[in-house]
Protein backbone atom coordinates (compact mmCIF):
# COMPACT_ATOMS: atom_id res chain seq x y z
CA UNK A 1 0.00 0.00 0.00
CA UNK A 2 1.40 3.46 -0.84
CA UNK A 3 1.86 6.00 2.10
CA UNK A 4 -0.82 8.08 0.09
CA UNK A 5 -2.98 5.06 0.74
CA UNK A 6 -1.81 5.20 4.26
CA UNK A 7 -2.78 8.36 4.63
CA UNK A 8 -6.10 8.26 3.72
CA UNK A 9 -7.10 5.22 5.45
CA UNK A 10 -5.81 6.80 8.15
CA UNK A 11 -7.47 10.21 7.58
CA UNK A 12 -11.00 8.25 6.74
CA UNK A 13 -10.62 5.83 10.20
CA UNK A 14 -9.84 9.27 12.10
CA UNK A 15 -13.27 10.85 11.14
CA UNK A 16 -15.44 8.26 11.47
CA UNK A 17 -14.01 7.87 14.53
CA UNK A 18 -14.55 11.68 15.68
CA UNK A 19 -18.26 11.65 14.30
CA UNK A 20 -19.08 8.30 16.54
CA UNK A 21 -17.74 10.12 19.32
CA UNK A 22 -19.53 13.39 18.75
CA UNK A 23 -22.54 11.96 18.74
CA UNK A 24 -21.93 9.94 21.85
CA UNK A 25 -21.11 13.09 23.68
CA UNK A 26 -24.48 14.77 22.95
CA UNK A 27 -26.43 14.12 26.35
CA UNK A 28 -22.64 14.29 28.38
CA UNK A 29 -21.51 17.93 29.59
CA UNK A 30 -18.37 19.03 29.78
CA UNK A 31 -15.62 20.40 27.39
CA UNK A 32 -13.47 18.74 24.84
CA UNK A 33 -9.73 18.29 24.38
CA UNK A 34 -7.62 18.16 21.45
CA UNK A 35 -4.15 16.73 21.93
CA UNK A 36 -1.66 17.42 19.37
CA UNK A 37 -3.10 20.56 17.56
CA UNK A 38 -0.71 19.84 14.40
CA UNK A 39 -1.81 21.49 11.27
CA UNK A 40 -5.56 22.19 13.00
CA UNK A 41 -7.51 19.45 10.54
CA UNK A 42 -8.70 17.33 13.32
CA UNK A 43 -9.09 21.02 15.64
CA UNK A 44 -11.28 22.54 12.63
CA UNK A 45 -13.61 19.09 12.26
CA UNK A 46 -14.23 18.92 15.83
CA UNK A 47 -15.84 22.72 15.79
CA UNK A 48 -17.88 22.14 12.83
CA UNK A 49 -19.21 18.50 14.76
CA UNK A 50 -19.09 19.73 17.86
CA UNK A 51 -20.22 24.16 17.90
CA UNK A 52 -21.52 24.26 20.71
CA UNK A 53 -18.96 22.81 22.68
CA UNK A 54 -15.94 24.60 24.28
CA UNK A 55 -12.52 22.68 22.86
CA UNK A 56 -9.38 23.27 24.34
CA UNK A 57 -6.07 22.08 22.08
CA UNK A 58 -2.41 21.11 23.45
CA UNK A 59 0.58 21.16 21.93
CA UNK A 60 4.15 21.62 22.08
CA UNK A 61 3.87 24.55 19.25
CA UNK A 62 1.93 26.12 16.87
CA UNK A 63 2.24 25.03 13.67
CA UNK A 64 -1.33 25.12 12.22
CA UNK A 65 -3.24 26.87 9.44
CA UNK A 66 -3.99 30.22 10.95
CA UNK A 67 -8.24 29.90 10.31
CA UNK A 68 -7.51 26.83 12.74
CA UNK A 69 -5.30 28.39 15.71
CA UNK A 70 -7.57 28.36 18.74
CA UNK A 71 -7.67 31.81 20.87
CA UNK A 72 -5.31 31.74 23.75
CA UNK A 73 -7.94 30.87 26.17
CA UNK A 74 -8.24 27.83 24.83
CA UNK A 75 -4.42 26.98 23.96
CA UNK A 76 -2.20 25.02 26.60
CA UNK A 77 1.35 25.13 25.03
CA UNK A 78 4.48 23.07 26.12
CA UNK A 79 5.23 19.70 26.79
CA UNK A 80 2.30 17.38 27.56
CA UNK A 81 3.89 16.52 31.30
CA UNK A 82 3.72 19.93 31.82
CA UNK A 83 0.25 21.25 30.68
CA UNK A 84 -1.84 18.05 31.53
CA UNK A 85 -1.09 18.08 35.34
CA UNK A 86 -2.53 21.88 34.47
CA UNK A 87 -5.54 20.83 33.16
CA UNK A 88 -6.12 18.51 35.60
CA UNK A 89 -5.84 21.67 38.25
CA UNK A 90 -8.58 23.19 36.20
CA UNK A 91 -10.97 20.36 34.58
CA UNK A 92 -10.55 17.41 36.73
CA UNK A 93 -13.60 15.10 35.78
CA UNK A 94 -15.05 17.42 33.65
CA UNK A 95 -13.89 16.16 30.21
CA UNK A 96 -16.55 14.61 28.10
CA UNK A 97 -14.31 14.09 25.04
CA UNK A 98 -10.82 13.78 24.80
CA UNK A 99 -8.64 13.06 20.69
CA UNK A 100 -5.20 12.00 21.01
CA UNK A 101 -3.77 12.55 17.70
CA UNK A 102 -0.14 12.13 18.63
CA UNK A 103 1.72 9.98 16.33
CA UNK A 104 4.82 10.07 14.29
CA UNK A 105 6.99 7.04 12.82
CA UNK A 106 8.91 6.93 15.82
CA UNK A 107 6.98 4.05 17.42
CA UNK A 108 9.38 3.58 20.90
CA UNK A 109 8.46 7.68 21.00
CA UNK A 110 4.56 7.16 20.59
CA UNK A 111 4.54 4.93 23.12
CA UNK A 112 6.17 6.44 25.68
CA UNK A 113 3.97 9.71 24.88
CA UNK A 114 1.00 7.13 25.16
CA UNK A 115 2.03 6.23 28.38
CA UNK A 116 2.12 9.66 29.60
CA UNK A 117 -1.21 10.79 28.24
CA UNK A 118 -3.05 7.51 29.58
CA UNK A 119 -1.01 8.68 33.09
CA UNK A 120 -3.83 11.62 33.27
CA UNK A 121 -6.87 10.38 31.13
CA UNK A 122 -9.01 9.21 34.44
CA UNK A 123 -8.12 12.39 36.07
CA UNK A 124 -9.86 14.32 33.55
CA UNK A 125 -12.64 12.75 31.84
CA UNK A 126 -16.19 13.03 33.67
CA UNK A 127 -18.08 9.59 34.48
CA UNK A 128 -18.65 8.11 30.68
CA UNK A 129 -15.92 10.25 29.31
CA UNK A 130 -14.32 9.23 26.01
CA UNK A 131 -11.15 8.85 24.69
CA UNK A 132 -10.51 8.71 20.70
CA UNK A 133 -6.90 8.34 19.65
CA UNK A 134 -4.50 7.49 17.28
CA UNK A 135 -2.18 5.42 19.59
CA UNK A 136 -3.25 2.72 22.79
CA UNK A 137 -3.90 4.89 25.86
CA UNK A 138 -5.68 2.50 27.68
CA UNK A 139 -6.10 3.83 31.21
CA UNK A 140 -7.20 1.93 34.56
CA UNK A 141 -11.13 2.09 34.48
CA UNK A 142 -11.27 2.49 30.76
CA UNK A 143 -13.61 0.46 28.91
CA UNK A 144 -12.53 -0.38 25.04
CA UNK A 145 -15.05 0.44 22.82
CA UNK A 146 -15.49 -1.15 19.15
CA UNK A 147 -14.45 1.46 16.48
CA UNK A 148 -16.92 1.90 13.48
CA UNK A 149 -16.47 0.39 9.95
CA UNK A 150 -14.74 0.26 7.85
CA UNK A 151 -12.28 1.84 10.44
CA UNK A 152 -9.68 -1.52 11.06
CA UNK A 153 -8.61 -3.14 14.56
CA UNK A 154 -5.32 -1.04 15.67
CA UNK A 155 -6.11 1.92 13.11
CA UNK A 156 -7.54 4.29 16.19
CA UNK A 157 -8.40 3.42 19.48
CA UNK A 158 -11.78 4.06 21.52
CA UNK A 159 -12.40 4.38 25.42
CA UNK A 160 -15.00 5.18 27.83
CA UNK A 161 -14.63 5.90 31.06
CA UNK A 162 -16.40 3.58 33.58
CA UNK A 163 -19.41 5.98 34.62
CA UNK A 164 -19.26 5.27 38.11
CA UNK A 165 -15.84 6.03 38.81
CA UNK A 166 -14.98 9.15 40.92
CA UNK A 167 -12.27 10.79 39.47
CA UNK A 168 -8.58 9.80 40.07
CA UNK A 169 -5.29 11.47 41.23
CA UNK A 170 -3.30 12.98 38.03
CA UNK A 171 0.40 11.56 38.73
CA UNK A 172 2.70 13.73 39.63
CA UNK A 173 5.37 14.65 36.61
CA UNK A 174 8.74 12.93 37.56
CA UNK A 175 7.04 9.95 39.32
CA UNK A 176 8.25 6.34 38.10
CA UNK A 177 6.40 5.37 36.00
CA UNK A 178 4.78 8.65 33.92
CA UNK A 179 6.71 8.41 30.91
Known amino acids: ?36 LGNGRTYD ?8 REIFVFDREVAAHPDCIPDPAHL ?10 QAVDRFAGTVALIHADVGSANAARDARLARVIAGF ?19 AGALALPTPVPVEPG ?25
Not at 8 to 22: D, E, G, H, S, V
Not at 155 to 178: C, D, I, M
Request: net charge negative; glycine share 8%.
Open 76 to 85: FLGDFQETLP
Open 155 to 179: AYFLYQREPELAPAAAPRVGAKGSG
Open 1 to 36: MSRLDINIRRLQAQRACLNLMAERINDLPGPVFELG
Open 45 to 52: HLREVLPD
Open 121 to 139: LPALLRPGGLVAADRDVAF
